[in-house]
């Protein structure tokens, strides 16, 4: 945190300096590590087994905060008594289809719950469809009343499924996976467990790189565990918290540039599910759940209304049909396969380095390589705009530019101070940004160029009589402009997202008010109140001195400006605060209201002794005490009956390349992962396909603070340039001394998709740890180079294959095997060669590497 | 004032009121004849760093039409005036000579850029996205289910971008067609 997001770190160093003791878990000592007062050292991939260790710990112990648990998690809830855990099926659960490599999560449900046959799930669409990303904020699409033991004694309980499910994560099993000592792990578990209490929130922060493993959302699920058990969650000063990485991202995500979304987290139809609005509706709303997603068909049709304006009326179901259908796995790795096989014409990159940033970069640029067209928008010509020219398949002849047809546009981006407009940070709040002067030339914004570029499409449309061309045609696309550029005004799009009365224009002031009968539009229900009373929300900025320690006059949180979710659970079931020093929202008796430091995130009148009549569902069916509002029960999810695709609790598997068979269980990595399985994307072997000696370490690759990702806003610019010059690999003193490596030498890494060179840098920064009775060395890369900007160098993420979380299609960039060597890497051919070679070594001719990959399946 | 050794700072750190060293003690004419260039500013635009997600509040100096600093802004509650140095540098980002402020054209099987003008650059592209959405179009899958839809035409990016701009984005491809669209939130 302290590395690449130090500015933030400032609040870790508060509350240290208010006598917070900060536990920094980390592969390498960073200056993060520096500034703990303890660090634990761990082996990349094994932080379910680390986290699960705690589990085990809280359970074993009961040293769980159980009025908050039995109250506001499920687990007293009954599970089915067809489920059959991990334990009884080594590393499986019940519903495993080898052929499809997906569970059919029926035995997984809470008893009683169990899906009739003609309302089967289809996990493999699922899957394909990263689905498990629309339940960041639908919940688990469970009933509303399952069966309950209050007394957590009943053996089907989630409190026992999860006790007899972590059993086996021994501080003997933590050691000898993670690499981390009894003792520290230890020290750990009693530190954490100690600051949980009435009194007492203990945080837990993590960076997005948790994301980027083939059990990625498995990983944040058991920190979510660990701190529903010790009731942490919407507390002040607890939680789970998400470093996201770019200063829009979380935005991006609310309204999404993703293919399986739509804004406010609504699905994208499939053409599976979704052929009518009604279906829709009915697969986010869930009619028998409790909760807020109950409203969902306003939210869709105010969607649809603020996309298809007058066109959208209740007798065409909101112009429904025009939204296209997707079929499956349409992610970004999957676009470039399809690009490598001709499939694609044309490709946007806005503000993004895929050359440099995504993983498999050898890929990534022979999929560009082979387009019609790319448009690249962005402040300076970066590696995805001179694939053709520079990259090192140019070196290779892999790329020869005199036959490589794809047209390049590219296209000055606008800075940040040359526009107007919100980001949103990664706590939901969203600040305006004043434009300080006009874009340079030609530089535009996007929306300059995505409103003008819709203007001159529409054009080329506005006579045409086909059918398909009239959601083109009847796209609300009328924005205001101003100023000598012709650029669209971004506050009437922030209006638009926001919402508003059709006929009076009357802004929104929150998504309580938008009507499904088309009366109102708004682009994206969860920002609603955004815009209310007509005021930009986003844009205020009352000093943080002259308001509470929430600051809820600066900028605008969603939703409802609620700066942290569930906070009901900040009172017991009673209402009142847990503990005085941990006050946040309670229930005020003679108001008749929740009140509190934020805004309430409950509905402000309904008191905690609520309890919903028989058959209730939707807003009305949550209870008094049912903090967690987004989910089907109202519960915080100790265990997850449906929803996830890799299982209903978190597993350790290793990761997809990894020098160790799986501690726990016959199964070795995630059975659900999404593969592609072809020669241009080999996987390194696994102990069990034999050869996995030939890429003996463990890498992985983080940020350093002087750079931004894939160095696109930062190898351009002088000053950080000049404070971070080269790209490096850090060793540690053993491995260099195992490998010949010298402190400012180079050094060659080599894995099945490519081999790239850095400086090395000898430091005890990294320790060799002992795991399953033997020494694994990691080895450690920044991935901020390439070979544009003012410092150039090789890509680390050239070193990394496909591999991807089935949840959310994200891929396991943050843990992989491969050799390292002394010396330069080969240039030309030869280092096509050279990767060969090691291919041969491990056995990954193309036909083997087929083979292989589907035993490892079974 | 010449120099002697009483005109020593840490005499006056010393003897005086400032022993810290962090005020009066420290200050010469010098100091006093220099004036921040904020403060002559024509004008400070309220933003926000376009690095991490932390969310920075920054002040944006502009005299003449130019960026002339970016500083930190005391009034957030997020980072009490600080940044980082990514964020100190952003000044230096958006004033780069090395920024590319006009457009690139790299023709098929070109070994090198031309330059073009931005409404050619636009009309092209314009075209190229009709063709593409024309030629790949689908009114149904391999499996005769309605999908009414292009593959043919992917965009990545937007976790660097505006809200505004990312749901124009959304917007304009589902119209088109176009359902390949990424950002970085995937990776």
């Known amino acids: 945190m302290a590395e690449a997001h130090p500015v933030g770190f400032q609040w870790v160093m508060e509350a240290k300096a208010r006598g917070a003791k900060i536990i920094h878990v980390d592969p390498r000592f960073t200056r993060t590590s520096a500034l703990a007062d303890t660090f634990v050292p761990i082996r990349a991939g094994s932080d379910i087994a680390f986290l699960g260790g705690i589990v085990n710990y809280v359970l074993s112990n009961e040293l769980d905060f159980r009025e908050y648990v039995v109250n506001y998690t499920n687990a007293a809830a009954i599970v089915s008594d067809d489920f059959q855990d991990t334990d009884d099926l080594d590393g499986l659960f019940s519903g495993y289809d080898p052929e499809t490599r997906t569970y059919d999560p029926t035995s997984w449900q809470y008893a009683g719950d169990e899906p009739a046959a003609d309302d089967e799930q289809n996990p493999e669409m699922q899957r394909e469809t990263a689905s498990a990303l629309q339940h960041e904020s639908h919940g688990s699409g469970v009933k509303a009343n399952p069966p309950r033991d209050e007394t957590l004694q009943d053996p089907r309980c989630v409190y026992q499924v999860l006790k007899r499910h972590y059993a086996r994560y021994t501080p003997e099993m933590v050691a000898r996976t993670c690499g981390v000592s009894e003792e520290q792990f230890r020290e750990v578990c009693e530190a954490w467990t100690a600051n949980s209490n009435p009194d007492r929130t203990t945080a837990l922060v993590y960076s997005v790189g948790w994301t980027q493993h083939s059990v990625g959302v498995q990983y944040i699920r058991t920190g979510a565990i660990l701190q529903l058990l010790l009731g942490n969650m919407g507390r002040p000063g607890g939680g789970v918290m998400a470093l996201r990485g770019h200063a829009s991202i979380q935005g991006s995500t609310d309204i999404p540039t993703l293919f399986n979304l739509l804004p406010g987290y609504l699905p994208m139809p499939n053409a599976v599910e979704h052929q009518s609005l009604e279906q829709w509706i009915e697969a986010v709303s869930q009619p028998d759940a409790k909760g807020f997603w109950a409203n969902a068909s306003a939210y869709g049709v105010n969607l649809l209304k603020a996309y298809f304006g007058d066109a959208a009326t209740p007798e065409n179901d909101f112009c429904f049909d025009y939204l296209p259908k997707i079929t499956g796995d349409h992610g970004t790795y999957s676009t470039v396969m399809d690009m490598i096989d001709g499939k694609v014409k044309g490709y946007f990159l806005l503000g993004q380095n895929p050359a440099v940033g995504s993983a498999h970069g050898r890929a990534q640029r022979l999929g560009m390589a082979n387009l019609d067209w790319v448009v690249v928008r962005d402040l300076f010509e970066i590696e995805s705009a001179t694939f053709w020219k520079t990259s090192p398949e140019v070196a290779t002849g892999e790329i020869v530019p005199e036959e490589c047809r794809t047209e390049v546009f590219l296209m000055p981006a606008a800075s940040h101070v040359e526009k107007e407009g919100t980001f949103t940070q990664t706590q939901r709040?969203?600040?305006?940004?004043?434009?300080?002067?006009?874009?340079?030339?030609?530089?535009?914004?996007?929306?300059?160029?995505?409103?003008?570029?819709?203007?001159?499409?529409?054009?080329?449309?506005?006579?045409?009589?086909?059918?398909?061309?009239?959601?083109?045609?009847?796209?609300?696309?009328?924005?205001?402009?101003?100023?000598?550029?012709?650029?669209?005004?971004?506050?009437?799009?922030l209006m638009e997202i926001n919402g508003f009365e059709v006929e009076s224009g009357r802004p929104l002031s929150s998504f309580i008010e938008m009507k499904a009968d088309g009366s109102t539009l708004g682009g994206c229900w969860i920002y609603t109140g955004v815009y209310k009373d007509g005021v930009n929300q986003a844009a205020r900025r009352k000093p943080g001195s002259d308001q509470s320690f929430v600051a809820p006059e600066w900028g605008w949180a969603w939703p409802a400006n609620r700066r942290m979710l569930y906070n009901r659970a900040s009172a017991d079931p009673s209402g009142k605060p847990w503990s005085e020093r941990k006050a946040y929202v309670w229930w005020d008796e003679d108001a008749g209201e929740w009140t509190g430091h934020d805004v309430p995130d409950f509905e402000k009148t309904k008191p905690p002794s609520y309890r919903p009549p028989d058959g209730a569902a939707g807003v009305e069916g949550l209870a008094g005490n049912d903090p967690f509002i987004m989910q089907g029960d109202g519960k915080g999810a100790l265990y997850v009956p449906q929803g996830l695709i890799d299982g209903p609790m978190p597993t350790h598997y290793e990761p997809v390349e990894s020098p160790f068979r799986n501690p726990f269980y016959a199964q070795q990595a995630n059975p659900t992962s999404k593969e592609y399985v072809r020669p241009d994307n080999p996987s390194n072997p696994s102990p069990s396909q034999g050869h996995s000696e030939v890429y003996p370490y463990v890498f992985t690759t983080s940020r350093l603070t002087e750079h931004h990702t894939a160095g696109g806003m930062s190898r351009f610019v002088a000053r950080l340039a000049e404070l971070q010059p080269e790209m490096f690999i850090e060793v540690s003193p053993e491995l260099a001394d195992e490998r010949g490596l010298e402190p400012g030498g180079w050094a060659t890494i080599i894995t099945s998709r490519s081999a790239i060179e850095a400086r090395v840098l000898v430091t005890d920064r990294l320790t060799p740890l002992k795991v399953e009775?033997?020494?694994?060395?990691?080895?450690?890369?920044?991935?901020?180079?390439?070979?544009?900007?003012?410092?150039?160098?090789?890509?680390?993420?050239?070193?990394?294959?496909?591999?991807?979380?089935?949840?959310?299609?994200?891929?396991?960039?943050?843990?992989?095997?491969?050799?390292?060597?002394?010396?330069?890497?080969?240039?030309?051919?030869?280092?096509?060669?050279?990767?060969?070679?090691?291919?041969?070594?491990?056995?990954?001719?193309?036909?083997?590497?087929?083979?292989?990959?589907?035993?490892?399946?079974? | 004032m010449a120099r002697t050794f009483l005109s020593w700072p840490v005499l006056r750190q010393l003897t005086g009121a400032d022993r810290l060293g962090r005020g009066a003690a420290v200050r010469s004419r010098n100091t006093d004849e220099i004036t921040a260039r904020t403060e002559t500013a024509d004008r400070v635009a309220k933003s926000v760093c376009p690095y991490c997600a932390v969310g920075c509040a920054q002040k944006v100096f502009v005299k003449d039409e130019k960026v002339i600093q970016i500083e930190g802004d005391p009034d957030s509650p997020v980072n009490r005036g600080r940044l980082c140095p990514k964020g100190a540098a952003s000044k230096n980002l958006v004033t780069s000579p090395l920024r590319q402020t006009t457009i690139k054209y790299r023709a098929p099987y070109a070994t090198e850029w031309t330059d073009l003008a931005l409404d050619t650059a636009m009309e092209m592209i314009a075209d190229r996205v009709v063709k593409a959405r024309n030629d790949t179009w689908q009114d149904v899958d391999e499996r005769g289910q309605r999908v009414r839809r292009t593959l043919g035409i992917a965009s990545l990016g937007g976790a660097t971008l505006d809200n505004e701009e990312n749901y124009l984005i959304k917007k304009l491809f589902t119209a088109m067609g176009a359902i390949q669209i990424e950002n970085q939130a995937r990776i």
């Open chain 1, 429 to 493: 709040m969203l600040q305006w940004r004043e434009k300080a002067v006009e874009p340079p030339d030609d530089c535009r914004s996007e929306l300059w160029f995505f409103y003008h570029l819709g203007r001159m499409v529409r054009e080329r449309y506005a006579d045409s009589t086909e059918e398909r061309d009239l959601p083109i045609q009847q796209l609300a696309w009328d924005y205001p402009t101003h100023g000598p550029l012709v650029e669209p005004s971004a506050e009437a799009v």
């Open chain 1, 773 to 858: 009775g033997r020494t694994v060395h990691q080895v450690w890369l920044p991935y901020h180079w390439g070979e544009g900007g003012l410092v150039t160098g090789d890509s680390a993420n050239d070193l990394i294959g496909i591999s991807l979380d089935p949840n959310v299609l994200i891929q396991e960039s943050k843990v992989g095997t491969c050799d390292v060597r002394p010396g330069r890497r080969p240039t030309g051919p030869a280092l096509r060669r050279l990767v060969m070679d090691y291919q041969n070594d491990a056995g990954l001719t193309t036909a083997h590497a087929v083979e292989d990959t589907k035993e490892s399946q079974s």
